[in-house]
């Protein structure tokens, strides 16, 4: 896998922007969509049954590693980590501009439909939307009454569409992926998170992996004065300690940090940077434990960015439920990508 530094002192919007001027074989991108919507879904469904589980636990039952998806998933619903990120999808090609308000309109939907899995922020957050308040009010609010402390990775989890999106467009992409996350989520770490995923999930989906260094170095940039900076520090720290090899270095199912947006992060850029097989890597991933299915749906948008939906085993493909829409969802980013 080719990386390299881009030349010289760059924005975040222009290192995606001069990722996305470079040629493309327009076959091989096609797949690499296919592949981040399709990989979403596998990460997602391999790690739903052993979420909260830890690696010892994970290895007495599955000493090969967790390495096929529950035939029954086929018919359930989609979980959260899958289902949000399709309604993320639906609202950017409905949009020119994501509005949080209307993505979490879709959120309170699907809450009151089946919301299989949703996390306990973001339930709080619709119960307050539901009484009126808007998007950033609920999710303030209910941010404020933790504490100012709840940082979890119900955000950085559906952000992938936003890539797909705005492949070509660094300040669309920042502003998109920035409101994706304040639909439900207020803490400047899930904010910020989203948008060095995001960001370094497009520079994929283009040919090159932005190296950590200048990811960091261009999201204290990005975050600048905005109160939002005031949070940025805790994740260009996390990226930079991303490790270049040993995944058990970020130790995915300490109880200390389970669900939080900086560990997620982590491992979406963890798998970015890897040169192995989609395959073994996803399986490597759920099988550290900890927030498996959502740390599986990260992971299997970076790998499917990276490798292509061909790169997906065809046994995971037909245990996913309505893999179809998935496909049509990144077929029709595809063909929007940058478009104002």
């Known amino acids: 896998m080719r990386q390299y530094c881009l030349m010289g002192t760059q924005t975040l919007e222009q290192i995606i922007d001069d990722a996305g001027r470079l040629p493309v074989d327009h076959d091989r991108l096609e797949d690499r969509y296919r592949g981040v919507m399709l990989g979403v879904a596998a990460g997602n469904c391999l790690g739903i049954p052993v979420e909260g589980q830890s690696a010892s636990a994970i290895r007495r039952h599955h000493p090969d590693g967790v390495r096929d998806i529950d035939p029954a998933e086929h018919d359930r619903p989609w979980d959260d980590d899958l289902a949000q ?3 993320v999808a639906e609202t ?12 979490a309109a879709r959120f309170l939907r699907w809450s009151r439909d089946n919301g299989r899995g949703i996390g306990v922020l973001t339930r709080q957050v619709l119960d307050e939307i539901a009484a009126g308040k808007s998007a950033a009010e609920a999710s303030l609010e209910v941010w404020e009454q933790s504490g100012w402390s709840t940082a979890g990775n119900g955000a950085v989890m559906r952000c992938a569409p936003v890539a797909l999106r705005w492949r070509r467009s660094g300040a669309a992409l920042v502003r998109n992926a920035r409101a994706s996350a304040l ?3 207020y803490d400047a770490r899930c904010e910020w998170s989203t948008v060095a995923f995001s960001a370094a999930l497009a520079t994929t989906l283009s040919g090159p992996t932005v190296p950590v260094d200048e990811l960091a170095s261009a999201l204290e940039e990005a975050a600048g004065t905005d ?18 090899r040993d995944l058990q270095e970020l130790r995915l199912d300490d109880p200390m940090d389970m669900g939080y947006t900086l560990k997620a992060m982590q491992v979406g850029l963890w798998c970015l940077m890897q040169p192995g ?20 749906a990260v992971s299997g948008a970076a790998l499917g960015a990276r490798a292509g939906a061909q790169a997906l085993p065809p046994r995971w493909l037909r245990r996913i439920g309505r893999a179809e829409h998935l496909v049509r969802l990144a077929d029709r980013l595809r063909s929007i990508e940058g478009d104002d």
């Open 85 to 87: 990120t399709v309604m």
């Open 92 to 103: 950017l090609l409905e949009d020119s501009e994501l509005d949080p308000d209307r993505l």
């Open 183 to 185: 639909a439900t989520h």
């Open 227 to 244: 109160w939002a900076a005031a949070g940025v520090g805790h994740v260009v720290e996390a990226i930079r300690q991303v490790p270049q």
């Open 277 to 296: 097989e989609l395959e073994p890597s996803l399986i490597g991933v759920v099988s550290s434990g900890g927030d498996a299915d959502t740390n599986g």
